[in-house]
C-alpha cells in the first residue's frame, strides 16, 4: 500500500503499527491532513483574477479587500492599462478584463464578449505649480488641447491669464505628461478634447493609444501622476482618486452648461444622469461633455469585459458574485473613493444580461 507508506513517512507514523489504536489514530490525522489540503486547494482555486484599467484600481482593490474578509474569496486584479486589459481577456489568460473605452458592438461580437460598467468617476487635469491652490486654476477644454498640441507654451499665456485674474501664474514653461500605455483614461481625456478642439480632433483625435504631439509618458495613472509630482511647470491628466490621494492640484474646468465646475461623486454623478444605458450595445456609454450646469466634463464609466462561453463557468460565477456584491453593498466605499457607484435601475438592467449572456459549453447560464 504506497499511499500507506508515503502518509505514514510524512506524518511520522508507524508504517506498521503497534496496535490497531495507534493506526486509527495515524490515519486519521492523515485524512485530516489531507482534507485539510484540500480545502485549501479549494479557497485557492475560488480567487479570482481580472486585469486592465487603472482607472477602477483604488474602488477595486478596497472592494476585494472587504470581499475577501466576507467570503474568503480574492481578486488578483492587474493594474496595466485599458489596452492591456483588452488584450489579456481576448487571450483568456484572466477570468475578466477592464477598458474605460466601451468595446463597439461589432468588437464584442467578434471576439465573443459581453462588456458591462462596474463603477462612474472622473479625469482631471493636475498641474504642478507653486502658489495655487487645488481647484483654484480655471481651464477650458479648448485650452486644455491647444496646451496638448503644444500651441500653448507658458503658464502666463495671455489666454490663461483671461481666465484666471487674481490668481499668479508663473513665467514658466509648461511640460505636457501624458499616458505612455494603453489607456482608458486616455481614450476618455482625449474624446473630450476631440469635442470641444477641432483641430485637436482632426490632427489627433480619440483613442486608447494616439499620436501626442508632445510631451513626456507615464506608465498607468500612478506615472502620469508621479511625473507631475516631479516636474515643475507640469500638466497631466488622471482618475480622481489619484489626484485627491497624492494630494495634487487639480484645475477647475468649464463645462458644456459654461459652468466652471470642480470634480467629485457629485458632478461626475450629474453627468451620468444623462446616460441612456440601455439603448447602447454593451452599454457602452460615453460620459464626455454632457450637458447640465453641474456635469463634471470628462467623466467616464470603467467596464468590464467576459467571454459569451464561460471555459470554467464555476470561475465565472465567482467573477459575477463578486461585482454583484459590490453593485450592492459596495456604494458607500465608492462615495469615499469619490467614485459613484452604478444606479439601481441599470443593476438590474446588468443582472438581466448577464443571465441571458453568459453561458457554459453546454449553452446553460452561468447565473441562474
Not at 23 to 34: I, L
Not at 65 to 92: D, F, M, R
Not at 308 to 323: I, M, N, R, T
Amino acid at each position: 500500500m504506497p499511499g500507506l507508506f508515503f502518509w505514514a513517512l510524512l506524518l511520522d507514523i508507524p508504517a506498521v503499527p503497534a496496535t490497531m489504536e495507534n493506526f486509527m489514530q495515524g490515519f486519521f490525522r492523515a485524512c485530516s491532513f489531507v482534507v485539510a489540503l484540500g480545502s485549501a486547494a479549494a479557497v485557492q482555486a475560488a480567487d479570482i483574477t481580472g486585469a486592465g484599467a487603472t482607472f477602477p484600481y483604488p474602488i477595486y482593490s478596497k472592494w476585494a479587500e472587504i470581499y475577501k474578509a466576507k467570503t474568503n474569496v480574492g481578486l488578483n486584479y492587474q493594474s496595466i492599462g485599458s489596452g492591456g486589459g483588452i488584450k489579456q481577456i481576448k487571450a483568456k489568460t484572466v477570468d475578466f478584463g477592464a477598458s474605460d473605452m466601451p468595446l463597439k458592438a461589432e468588437d464584442l461580437e467578434k471576439d465573443g464578449l459581453v462588456q458591462f460598467p462596474a463603477v462612474i468617476g472622473g479625469v482631471v487635469p493636475v498641474v504642478n505649480l507653486e502658489g495655487v491652490a487645488p481647484g483654484q486654476m480655471k481651464m477650458t477644454g479648448a485650452l486644455l488641447a491647444d496646451i496638448y498640441l503644444g500651441k500653448i507654451k507658458k503658464w502666463n499665456d495671455p489666454a490663461i491669464a483671461a481666465l484666471n485674474g487674481g490668481v499668479k501664474l508663473p513665467d514658466e514653461n509648461i511640460t505636457v505628461v501624458r499616458r505612455a500605455d494603453g489607456s482608458g483614461t486616455t481614450f476618455l481625456f482625449t474624446n473630450y478634447l476631440s469635442k470641444v478642439n477641432v483641430e485637436w480632433k482632426d490632427k489627433v483625435g480619440a483613442g486608447t493609444a494616439v499620436q501626442w504631439p508632445e510631451g513626456v509618458g507615464g506608465k498607468g495613472n500612478e506615472g502620469v501622476a508621479s511625473y507631475v509630482q516631479r516636474i515643475k511647470g507640469g500638466i497631466g491628466y488622471v482618475e480622481y482618486a489619484y489626484a485627491k490621494k497624492n494630494k495634487m492640484i487639480h484645475l477647475a474646468l468649464k463645462n458644456k452648461a459654461g459652468e466652471f465646475v470642480q470634480p467629485d461623486d457629485l458632478t461626475f454623478q450629474a453627468a451620468a444622469a444623462y446616460a441612456e444605458w440601455n439603448k447602447v450595445p454593451g452599454f457602452g456609454e460615453i460620459l464626455t461633455d454632457q450637458p447640465g450646469k453641474t456635469s463634471w466634463p470628462i467623466t467616464g464609466a470603467s467596464f468590464v469585459l467576459m467571454h459569451k462561453v464561460q471555459a470554467d463557468p464555476a470561475k465565472g460565477l465567482e467573477v459575477l458574485k463578486f461585482f454583484d456584491w459590490a453593485f450592492k453593498n459596495g456604494q458607500k466605499t465608492a462615495e469615499e473613493l469619490d467614485y459613484v457607484a452604478l444606479p439601481q435601475t441599470l443593476v438590474k438592467q446588468i443582472d438581466g444580461a448577464w443571465r441571458t449572456s453568459l453561458k457554459d459549453g453546454a449553452g446553460n447560464p452561468v447565473l441562474k
